[in-house]
């Protein structure tokens, strides 16, 4: 097994988690998913790292004076884990300067509209409410911005007349599961590289 490490940081239901895990444990990503921190205890993604056998561990935002302190203590965990990459998937905080300093250009995350459209929360909803007849996911690596990370993978699909926050979320989940295996095997094979926003994929 090869020895690239990857944190992945969660805040709820972990169906992205979930795709990491499948991929990584099936081979298709050459990694493995060495721990999956939560800032909130309550998160299910918790179980589904418990039952794939993963180590977990929660920071419980609340339990922390301010967000220096948690991001601190967040710091010093990555810092001892040392992975390759950190995934953020459903994670629900912005990530701090000193982490993203850190680890810079090693840190990705799923959002599920087709950047830069209707970045931040309910980003489904923004689209419906937009009109836009189209929709996606897109996966980007982090800088200080809310989602405003160069951009790696993005995969469309069409919005239904019929569709509700739910239909919608459901069928654009269905390609978060998909893109996000995929950006994450590209980068541990150092098949991409970034030249400014731009975010090139190694042929071969
Ligand atoms: C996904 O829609 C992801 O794009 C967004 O938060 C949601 C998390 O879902 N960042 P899950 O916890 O992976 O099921």
Not at 67 to 78: F, G, N, S, T
Not at 113 to 122: C, D, M, R
């Amino acid at each position: 097994m090869s020895d690239k490490k990857i944190v992945v940081l969660v805040s709820g239901r972990g169906t992205n988690l979930q795709a990491l895990i499948e991929a990584t444990q099936g081979g298709y990503i050459p990694g493995e998913i060495s721990l999956v921190i939560s800032d909130n205890p309550q998160a299910l993604a918790l179980e589904q790292a418990r039952k794939a056998s993963i180590s977990t561990l929660v920071l419980d935002y609340n339990i922390f004076p301010h967000k220096r302190a948690y991001e601190d203590a967040l710091l010093q965990v990555l810092e001892k884990e040392n992975p390759h990459l950190i995934c953020l998937a459903g994670y629900m905080r912005i990530v701090g300067k000193k982490i993203i300093a850190r680890f810079q250009g090693r840190i990705m995350n799923i959002h599920p509209s087709l950047l830069p459209a209707f970045p931040g929360l309910e980003a489904q909803k923004q689209a419906l409410d937009y009109g836009v007849k189209v929709s996606g996911c897109t996966v980007h690596l982090v800088d200080e911005g809310m989602d405003t990370g160069p951009i790696i993978l993005q995969a469309s699909c069409p919005v239904e007349d019929e569709d509700t926050v739910e239909s919608l979320s459901e069928r654009i989940l269905r390609y978060e599961h998909q893109i996000y295996p995929q950006a994450v095997k590209l980068f541990l094979e150092d098949k991409l590289s970034v030249v400014g926003r731009r975010v090139f994929i190694k042929k071969g």
